[in-house]
């Protein structure tokens, strides 16, 4: 059961990172999409 204690906080720590790594690659996807967006407004104004 002590085993079992200590290996908890290591599979939440994980989860964690994950789901953060996660959050950060969609922000950075979403970020470039609205940048080629944006590029491409600015060649159609040109």
Do not use: Q, Y
Request: hydrophobic share 50%.
């Amino acid at each position: 059961m002590e085993a079992v204690i200590e290996f908890v906080p290591v599979v939440l720590t994980l989860l964690l990172g994950v789901v953060i790594g996660a959050g950060i690659g969609i922000t950075i996807r979403n970020f470039s999409n609205k940048k080629n967006k944006n590029n491409k407004k600015i060649r159609i104004k040109k």
